[in-house]
């Protein structure tokens, strides 16, 4: 059974990283693109990154380039993204996604990935 799991999310100052992992299971990671999403309350699911299935290509969002990178570890079954400067506006639910594709879609469109964890908790406050 395809299944995700997301793990490191907490309370940090705004200035502060976390590390979100993505643990995958029940699948070939190495043929599926993997995305991460952020949903604050109230809020429509937004895309941050996507990291092809080899790895070799990534995207972001506007707001976080510069700020988040996106890695993956296939022999592990892992994604990871890590999150340096987070501002408050970076507070929201994050979800790790699978799309039964390797490539990055165009665009950082949540209709298109297939499987979901259940996702992980980041807050930045001050």
């Known amino acids: 059974q395809l299944q995700l799991v997301e793990s490191g999310g907490g309370l940090v100052q705004p200035g502060e990283s976390l590390r979100l992992s993505c643990a995958v299971s029940?699948?070939?990671?190495?043929?599926?693109?993997i995305g991460w999403f952020r949903q604050a309350p109230g809020q429509q699911r937004v895309g941050v990154s996507c990291i092809t299935g080899s790895g070799a290509s990534t995207k972001y969002g506007d707001s976080v380039k510069g700020r988040f990178t996106v890695s993956r570890e296939n022999a592990k079954n892992m994604v990871y993204l890590r999150m340096n400067s987070l501002k408050p506006e970076d507070t929201g639910k994050y979800f790790c996604a699978a799309r039964q594709f390797a490539m990055c879609p165009r665009d950082l469109d949540p209709a298109r990935y297939d499987y979901w964890g259940q996702g992980t908790q980041v807050t930045v406050s001050s």
């Open positions: 029940g699948f070939d990671l190495d043929h599926y693109a």
